[in-house]
């Protein structure tokens, strides 16, 4: 088992995959090694902010909410999420977030390659 933990100083990025906005990245370093996982950060996206539609062609990600609200876009379904929700985006699947609260939408994400 290995401990990694996400690092203190975030990087901000704006328009993420054609969305809106500003998302804060706070990543964890992955080691570099045969491992399917390529990304794990802790994201906060500020209010009204998004993270634009965007396809998985040769990877999978998991987003895992925090806290905050906001709006899934899975294909063509749009769903409500929440603290709790778990968020599985397959390969070759497209998908967006939109953070619909008053208050920054926290989540987890992870990229593993499929």
């Given at each position: 088992m290995t401990i990694l933990k996400q690092s203190s100083e975030g990087?901000?990025?704006?328009?993420?995959?054609?969305?809106?906005?500003?998302?804060?990245?706070?990543?964890?370093?992955?080691?570099?090694?045969?491992?399917?996982?390529?990304?794990?950060?802790?994201?906060?996206?500020?209010?009204?902010?998004?993270?634009?539609?965007?396809e998985h062609s040769d990877d999978e990600e998991v987003y895992a909410i925090v806290s905050g609200k906001g709006v899934f876009t899975d294909g063509t379904t749009e769903t409500e999420v929440n603290p709790g929700d778990i968020l599985l985006t397959?390969?070759?699947?497209?998908?967006s977030l939109?953070?619909?609260?008053n208050s920054k939408l926290v989540f987890f994400a992870v990229i593993a390659k499929k």
């Amino acid at each position: 088992m290995t401990i990694l933990k996400q690092s203190s100083e975030g990087v901000t990025r704006e328009n993420m995959k054609g969305g809106s906005g500003k998302a804060t990245f706070y990543y964890v370093p992955i080691p570099d090694d045969d491992g399917a996982i390529t990304m794990a950060s802790r994201i906060e996206l500020e209010p009204s902010a998004s993270i634009g539609f965007h396809e998985h062609s040769d990877d999978e990600e998991v987003y895992a909410i925090v806290s905050g609200k906001g709006v899934f876009t899975d294909g063509t379904t749009e769903t409500e999420v929440n603290p709790g929700d778990i968020l599985l985006t397959r390969k070759g699947m497209s998908h967006s977030l939109k953070n619909t609260g008053n208050s920054k939408l926290v989540f987890f994400a992870v990229i593993a390659k499929k």
